[in-house]
């Protein structure tokens, strides 16, 4: 059943070259641009997929944002992990509802946001009080007040250690995550995953070290890339432009033995 848009709530307008817009709807509201305003009372009790026309002329298609629409167009003050990677993400940790999980590195909480959409409940930790701000102020605009009950934010430092124990899954997306092995091994309980972002494959290199050195075992990592193509009649072809590198993934499970007990995985 179709929700007509509130005051409040997110839309995002797409003009005739796709370009989008992300607009937070009030009551007496505009949405401005160089074709002239929309008058936000266009937009607000009417269903999602109405076209409306500013004073200019331009017309709007209005639909609620994706998840990955959002995360892209959002306020942000750090780097975000983009959508192509998150996916892969909550499958590689396996997050499900209830999943206890600490994240490291929230940053403007796109990773965050996407862990409590899956119904995952997220400790995170960040160094930067504006970068956890940001993070909580993007999470209840895009699910709700509601979603921050299952969302706390702790200013402080995971390379010196990490306080909560029986964690289910440990989502790292920070420079030096090596660092931060040994004490997820204490962190998590047997079963439990690790899985970590990084730009660079040197980085993947001394975070595999570390996993090869420590109780986790089943260590893989994989990078995501992301083709679309062109479709047009009896025109079928990739696209000239791709998705490739954004970073890597690296996950492992913690087994519950030391490195010499542990079995070899094949």
């Known amino acids: 059943m179709s929700r007509p848009f509130g005051a409040s709530e997110r839309a995002l307008l797409f003009d005739r070259k796709g370009r989008r817009y992300l607009v937070t709807l009030e009551e007496g509201g505009q949405f401005h641009s160089h074709a002239g305003y929309v008058e936000h009372a266009a937009i607000l009790g009417r269903p999602e997929g109405v076209t409306v026309t ?21 306020p942000r003050g750090a780097q975000v992990i983009y959508p192509k990677d998150l996916g892969p993400i909550l499958m590689l940790a396996d997050v499900f509802p209830g999943a206890r999980v600490l994240e490291a590195g929230v940053g403007s909480g796109a990773l965050s946001m996407t862990l409590l959409r899956a119904g995952a409940d997220v400790v995170g930790y960040e160094l930067r009080p504006d970068f956890a701000s940001r993070a909580q102020k993007n999470v209840a605009a895009f699910l709700g007040a509601e979603a921050l009950a299952r969302y706390r934010v702790e200013e402080r430092d995971v390379y010196e250690g990490i306080d909560e124990t029986a964690l289910d899954r440990v989502v790292l997306d920070l420079p030096e995550p090596w660092r931060v092995v040994k004490h997820a091994e204490g962190a998590l309980h047997p079963g439990g995953i690790f899985v970590a972002y990084l730009p660079t494959i040197t980085q993947v290199a001394q975070l595999r070290e570390a996993l090869d050195a420590s109780a ?16 047009e009649g009896q025109s079928v072809r990739p696209d000239h432009r791709m998705v490739a590198h954004t970073g890597f993934l690296t996950s492992a499970r913690l087994l519950g033995a030391a490195p010499e007990q542990a079995p070899e995985v094949r």
């Open 54 to 74: 500013a004073t200019g002329g331009a017309r709007y298609l209005v639909v609620r944002p994706t998840l990955s629409e959002f995360v892209l167009k959002m």
């Open 216 to 231: 986790f075992g089943m260590a893989e990592t994989v990078e995501v890339l992301n083709r679309t193509w062109h479709i």
